[in-house]
């Protein structure tokens, strides 16, 4: 076997690079012989080359250097069982030439336990049942990982055929594509291969309108984007690899797909919070609870309303107005995106469609949801069930006159909503995330399953983390499967770590959620903030109407004066913390100005509805890179985990600022 550089530990552990009479290059860079991409690699790091009968490894001026056995070299003359770290990621030289020899046996036995050659045609097999952005985010992670030692089958039956390429279908196939924008946090996104990085991160086709916070690593923004250009921008980049990934336009069924998947060594399901494939493996994943999200023994479910518009606001504004209070958010793109309102018990209760021919209501707007598009008369259509929104043709509805009061807050022209829907959001803690589907036999290999995304751990968007988590759990399975497969089956001790990753994925978004469903009011009582916001509404008091008209009265005039100074005060306290970030936050008499435009009713449900509880929802985030580092190298300090430049270095663990959606 000829001399090679074999994947200790990181991302590329187990894979061989034959050395040869060319030089063998490492570095961040895509026409390296060796690509690495963390961070800590320069873009050309380090070479070996062969020289004088040996092979000589040379760092070429790289920022972190490069170490062979722990020490830090300029050159060195390689000696079989030698480890080369570069970029944090650990290499060893393997020479079993016949004219090598491994003098130290017990090396020799520790080199072959710790890098196990995959034997040739051992192709780890890999099914994915749900193509959005997380298994799409998967499966070109593993072919970057592994290159041809993975062969990917993805399943979506949200895809059609378009000659020989694969492409999302459109409305008129019955597929709403989702133009929502999604905050991508730089955790996340700079863990995806550069090229995936370089094809999203377009100029056009993000912006950074939310600061940096304790999920921001190396000073980087969250930045804001469209989630239907991400499955697009993703789906494109699938469709590039037709050798190693193969796109199935259908959607995945466990039953009719079962002797194919027994064959297969891993089933991602990435189908979303509704997953069949899940629950057709629930004796395997265990039953869901839903009693931690529950109160006084109902589970608790918010329902929000959500309008596409365009906003004229500025950023700063937007942040600003978004964070200060929990009846509306607003998440956009150059200010077009979907302001969302989250409704009382009642108001959810008005979400539904009318079919104007048969006059039956439907209840498809909240229950699928589909997406209502305005049409040519104004109202806001159902294409696939035929139905138009029944509150925006109700005069005297009392939900559309407040989501017009929203329209106010941020800045929206009537007539630049263009569609409407709604979400049920709703959450369950999970068991486990992995488990073995199929035992191996002397046919099979033995199955292991994954949930990933939305069918391991769906959140509510208020506080965001959806896609981010769905992100960091495909990048924990993509490495670990990279790390472990060594040409033979799985067993559950391979799988330790991304079950903790899970595991604490689960518990540090689920319960930032929690606190933006629920707040604790004034006797220390937790209450669903939607059930505060019914106070509000309440205390508008007997006579006004259902827009807060207070019909001149002295003592109401000063109710909502005092409502509007509380307002301000928690605008001034926000702006405050965010102008060092922010430029260009709004004065005080821009704000009061926005303010009086509002009805009394909405000022009144703004101020109880309570600004986001960014104290509980600061703090460490989970650094998945902890769990595919080395066993031997040093510890990171606490603080450097949250970001590498001057920007991140306060202790996030006791910080106020607000945390950016996602």
């Known amino acids: 076997m000829p001399p090679a550089i074999v994947g200790h530990e990181g991302p590329l552990a187990g894979q061989r690079f034959p050395l040869g009479d060319k030089s063998l290059t490492f570095g961040r860079r895509g026409d390296n012989s060796v690509v690495i991409t963390s961070e800590r690699a320069s873009r050309f790091h380090a070479e070996v080359l062969p020289e004088s ?19 830090r070299v300029t050159s060195h003359v390689l000696r079989p069982g030698d480890v080369i770290t570069i970029g944090g990621e650990t290499f060893r030289f393997e020479a079993f030439d016949d004219s090598e020899t491994i003098m130290d046996a017990t090396l020799l036995q520790t080199f072959r336990r710790a890098v196990p050659s995959v034997e040739p045609g051992q192709v780890l097999r890999v099914t994915i049942s749900g193509g959005g952005p997380v298994g799409l985010s998967l499966a070109l992670l593993l072919d970057h990982l592994m290159g041809e030692r993975v062969a990917i089958t993805m399943y979506d039956g949200r895809w059609t055929l378009d000659g020989s390429r694969v492409v999302w279908k459109n409305a008129a196939q019955g597929n709403n594509r989702r133009q929502q924008v999604v905050t991508i946090q730089s955790r996340q996104y700079l863990n995806l291969p550069e090229a995936v990085q370089a094809r999203l991160f377009t100029p056009e086709a993000y912006t950074e ?36 990934i193969r796109l199935v336009p259908e959607r995945f069924d466990p039953e009719k797909h079962h002797d194919t998947v027994v064959l297969d060594h891993v089933l991602a399901i990435c189908e979303g919070g509704r997953s069949r494939t899940r629950e057709h493996f629930t004796d395997k994943f265990g039953q869901a609870d839903k009693s931690i999200y529950s109160l006084d023994g109902r589970h608790v479910q918010d329902v929000v309303l959500g309008l596409r518009v365009k906003s004229d606001l500025s950023d700063p504004m937007t942040v600003l107005l978004t964070v200060a ?27 539904i469609g009318i079919d104007p021919v048969r006059h039956v209501f439907e209840e498809c707007v909240a229950s699928n949801p589909c997406l209502m598009a305005r049409n040519e008369d104004g109202d806001f259509h159902c294409s696939t069930h035929r139905t138009l929104f029944l509150p925006a043709l109700v005069r005297g509805s009392a939900l559309w006159k407040r989501a017009k009061e929203g329209l106010v807050f941020f800045g929206v022209a009537e007539e630049n909503v263009s569609a409407v ?104 009582v937790t209450r669903a903030i939607k059930d505060k916001i019914a106070q509000g509404i309440e205390e508008s008091g007997p006579g006004r109407d259902a827009g807060g008209n207070t019909g001149g009265n002295t003592d109401r005039n000063a109710d909502r004066n005092a409502d509007i100074d509380a307002l301000m ?94």
């Open 209 to 244: 309108m939310w600061p940096t916070g304790p999920d921001s690593i190396r000073g980087r923004n969250p930045r804001n984007i469209r989630i239907a250009y991400i499955e697009d921008t993703l789906l494109e980049m699938a469709n590039e690899k037709p050798g190693r």
């Open 325 to 351: 209070q929990n009846r509306f958010l607003l998440n956009a793109l150059r200010g077009e995106g979907f302001l969302n309102m989250r409704l009382t018990d009642e108001e959810a209760r008005e979400v």
């Open 569 to 662: 005060e928690r605008l001034r306290q926000i702006r405050d913390r965010l102008s060092a970030r922010i430029a260009g936050m709004p004065d005080d008499a821009t704000i009061a100005e926005h303010l009086r435009r509002l009805k009394s009713e909405t000022l009144r449900t703004l101020v109880v509805s309570g600004a986001w509880e960014t104290l509980i929802v600061g703090g460490e985030e989970v650094d998945i890179d902890i769990f595919d580092r080395p066993a031997d190298a040093p510890e990171r300090p606490l603080v450097a985990r949250y970001a590498d430049t001057p920007v991140g270095k306060a202790a996030p663990e006791k910080s106020s600022d607000p945390i950016s959606p996602g």
């Open 53 to 71: 009968e040996h092979y000589v490894v040379h760092d070429r001026g790289s920022r972190n250097g490069t170490l062979v056995n722990g020490k």
């Open 421 to 524: 829907t709604a979400f049920r959001l709703d959450m369950v803690q999970r068991p486990r995330f992995t488990a073995q589907l199929y035992s191996p036999t002397p046919a099979t290999p033995g199955t292991y399953g994954f949930l990933l995304g939305d069918a391991a751990n769906a959140i509510h968007f208020w506080p965001g983390r959806g896609l981010n988590s769905g992100l960091a759990s495909s990048i924990s399975l993509a490495q670990t499967l990279n790390r472990n497969w060594r040409g033979r089956a799985f067993r559950d001790a391979d799988f330790i770590r991304h079950e903790a990753a899970m595991s604490m994925l689960q518990y540090r978004h689920k319960s930032r959620a929690w606190n933006a469903m629920v707040t604790t009011d004034e006797h220390g």
